[in-house]
């Protein structure tokens, strides 16, 4: 197996996106904790657009945006997927993703802002929550199934 290297950020839900499906898949790795205050040398050689984590090293190659790290660890290790076999479920999972990454930082906001800031973030937040439960979860124990897949760790967020 080729050397795998995370760094992250305890804090960092999106650290733990690609954490979770690392350990989901059974895939060995190093993990790397970064300093957001102070970015390693490693971390802005490997994320010079952004210089933010999560970045995957796979074989000394650099995999930036937790989402985009979860497609490449699918496609990469396919046991134990994350994503459902239909070309359509595949779809809707992807969309859901989308909407995760869209409206999920409203609730970082929450504890973030006061006043009406604050409000409208919670706002939105509950309506987010809303259209999750009424369209995305179902009566099924995860959102694709009976199994965690991509979209639960999508919104892992929410447990925090």
């Not at 970045?55 to 985009?68: F, T």
């Not at 869209?102 to 409208?120: F, H, N, P």
Request: net charge negative; charged share 25%.
């Amino acid at each position: 197996m080729a050397e795998l290297k995370l760094l992250g950020a305890w804090p960092s839900p999106f650290s733990f996106r690609v954490i979770w499906a690392l350990k989901l898949k059974g895939i060995p790795y190093e993990y790397i904790e970064e300093d957001l205050s102070n970015k390693s040398p490693l971390l802005l050689q490997h994320n010079p657009v952004y210089k933010k984590i999560p970045v995957l090293l796979h074989a000394g190659k650099p995999i930036c945006e937790s989402m985009i790290i979860l497609e490449y660890i699918e496609e990469f290790w396919p046991q134990n997927p994350l994503l459902p076999f239909d070309p359509f479920q595949r779809a809707i999972a992807r969309f859901w993703v989308k909407f995760a990454d869209d409206k999920i930082l409203a609730m970082w906001m929450v504890y973030r802002t006061s006043g009406k800031e604050q409000e409208k973030a919670m706002k939105e937040t509950l309506e987010m929550l809303r259209v999750i439960e009424e369209h995305a979860l179902g009566s099924t124990k995860f959102f694709g199934g009976e199994e965690i897949g991509i979209v639960d760790i999508a919104f892992g967020q929410i447990a925090e």
